[in-house]
């Protein structure tokens, strides 16, 4: 069965950096696109960007350019999510999340979520 | 981009009823709308795409519907276990996909 399993959480110090990760299994990693989402504490969701699991090249939402970077390791099946100079307001649980689209072909919503992963930024 | 707005943002329902989720986007996204449920604590699931097309192993109980710019949410028949806060997501105008503010059911 399809699982998505993410680290666990985190607490950081601003200006810190910080690294999620997301294990794929049960299906070809590289056939489905990984998404990344954002939920702040008590609000909704918010799209950060998506990863092509084929050829590594990220697309990042307006607001998550330049402190996020999206990666993977292909030969774990595992996406990362990696924040630098971390701030209060980067305190949220992030999941990763597939797009059901098999190869080139995207649908843009989302079958399987990670279990999502806090990651709390504070002095 | 495009904005989704959902209403109600919260409701109180018993047992058995049935309860309608709306959700009004900006501007035109044809049938480009999924809706998710999500409990304290736990991810997003899928429980409808294409508007009204039902996820593989979700009651039918759930229901989707609209195109254009009105949709809806339909539990037919509400579960205990149905309490929870729902989304809906529009994908026709990407990028961004954009989720609508949540809707909270609640128990009466």
């Known amino acids: 069965q399809v699982q998505l399993v993410q680290s666990g959480s985190e607490l950081k110090k601003p200006g810190a950096s910080v690294k999620v990760s997301c294990k794929a299994s049960g299906y070809t990693f590289t056939s489905y696109a990984m998404n990344w989402v954002r939920q702040a504490p008590g609000q909704g969701l918010e799209w950060m960007g998506w990863i092509n699991t084929n050829t590594g090249n990220p697309t990042y939402a307006q607001g998550f350019t330049g402190r996020f970077v999206f990666s993977l390791d292909t030969s774990v099946s595992t996406a990362y999510l990696q924040i630098s100079s971390l701030k209060a307001e980067d305190t949220a649980v992030y999941y990763c999340?597939?797009?059901?689209?098999?190869?080139?072909?995207?649908?843009?919503?989302?079958?399987?979520w990670g279990q999502g992963t806090l990651v709390t930024v504070s002095s | 981009a495009i904005q989704l707005t959902q209403s109600p943002s919260s409701l109180s329902a018993s047992v058995g009823d049935r309860v309608t989720i709306t959700c009004r986007a900006s501007q035109g996204i044809s049938s480009a709308l999924a809706w998710y449920q999500q409990k304290p604590g736990k991810a997003p699931k899928l429980l409808i795409y294409d508007a009204s097309s039902l996820e593989s192993g979700v009651p039918s109980r759930f229901s989707g519907s609209g195109s254009g710019t009105d949709f809806t949410l339909t539990i037919s028949s509400l579960q205990p276990e149905d309490f929870a806060t729902y989304y809906c997501?529009?994908?026709?105008?990407?990028?961004?996909?954009?989720f609508g503010g949540g809707t909270k059911v609640e128990i009466k």
């Open positions: 997501q529009q994908f026709n105008n990407y990028p961004p996909v954009t």
């Open positions: 999340a597939r797009d059901p689209g098999v190869g080139d072909y995207r649908e843009y919503y989302f079958d399987y």
